[in-house]
Nanobody
Framework: VQLQASGGGVVQAGGSLRLSCAASGRAFSSYGMAWFRQAPGKEREFVAAISWSGGSTYYADSVKGRFTISRDNAKNTVYLQMNSLKPEDTAVYYC?????????????????WGQGTQVTVSS
């Protein structure tokens, strides 16, 4: 699976952005998908995950209630809708795919990664 993330940009605090991650390959619907982020000088951290069917989602506490992960298996795409953005959300955001069942929140549990898209939230 090859992944390509897009949709990042610069937004003021309180604003919204929607990230997209387009996947190649016919096995997309077999993978659990997730978004991670990495700020300068910090480790990559889990943001949100969605099951292969899209029926279940899981969020980091820091984004719960503000971010929504979704997927469209017909379009081989996963999304991250980000609302009420804060300066501390500033990071490079990565999408990732895994065949591990259950909720995988460690980057080492993911087999495929997109190239990342920069999100900058100004105060």
């Amino acid at each position: 699976v090859q992944l390509q993330a897009s949709g990042g940009g610069v937004v003021q605090a309180g604003g919204s952005l929607r990230l997209s991650c387009a996947a190649s390959g016919r096995a997309f619907s077999s993978y659990g998908m997730a978004w991670f982020r990495q700020a300068p000088g910090k480790e990559r951290e889990f943001v949100a995950a969605i099951s292969w069917s899209g029926g279940s989602t899981y969020y980091a506490d820091s984004v719960k209630g503000r971010f929504t992960i979704s997927r469209d298996n017909a379009k081989n795409t996963v999304y991250l809708q980000m609302n009420s953005l804060k300066p501390e959300d500033t990071a490079v955001y990565y999408c990732a795919a895994t065949l591990i069942t259950g909720w995988a929140t460690d980057p080492y549990e993911y087999d495929y990664w997109g190239q990342g898209t920069q999100v900058t939230v100004s105060s």
